[in-house]
């Protein structure tokens, strides 16, 4: 199985940037798409962004449209959400997760394998 890891996470002020990456441990890592999700306290898992195996095609939730940025490196075998622009709400648990297929997927029951999360905590 793949297994990822997520990095990158801390505390920043409102306004502030975040660079998250999930690097996951084998080759075959190229062949799916990715996606993001979070859990803020309290409430339940949301999609954030996914994208597709290679790259070229990626989708956001309306939330964080504009302001995030998925992106992979197939050959280091990481993908990266770039955060922008951070708000309060933007506080939670980040996971990256993969689907067994190369298409962008929403939808967290088609997802496969699963990181341990890092924590982003936006402080006002």
């Known amino acids: 199985q793949v297994q990822l890891v997520e990095s990158g996470g801390g505390l920043v002020q409102a306004g502030g940037s975040l660079r998250l990456s999930c690097a996951a441990s084998?080759?075959?890592?190229?062949?799916?798409?990715m996606g993001w999700f979070r859990q803020p306290p309290g409430k339940e898992l949301e999609f954030v962004a996914t994208?597709?195996?290679?790259?070229?095609?990626?989708h956001y939730a309306d939330s964080v449209n504009d302001r995030f940025t998925v992106s992979r490196d197939n050959t280091q075998t990481t993908v990266y959400l770039q955060m922008n622009e951070l708000k309060p709400e933007d506080t939670a648990v980040y996971y990256c997760?993969?689907?067994?297929?190369?298409?962008?997927?929403?939808?967290?029951?088609?997802?496969?394998?699963w990181g341990q999360g890092t924590q982003v905590t936006v402080s006002s």
């Open positions: 997760a993969s689907v067994s297929g190369p298409d962008i997927e929403r939808d967290v029951a088609k997802y496969k394998y």
């Open positions: 084998e080759r075959t890592f190229s062949r799916n798409a």
């Open positions: 994208i597709n195996r290679n790259g070229a095609i990626q």
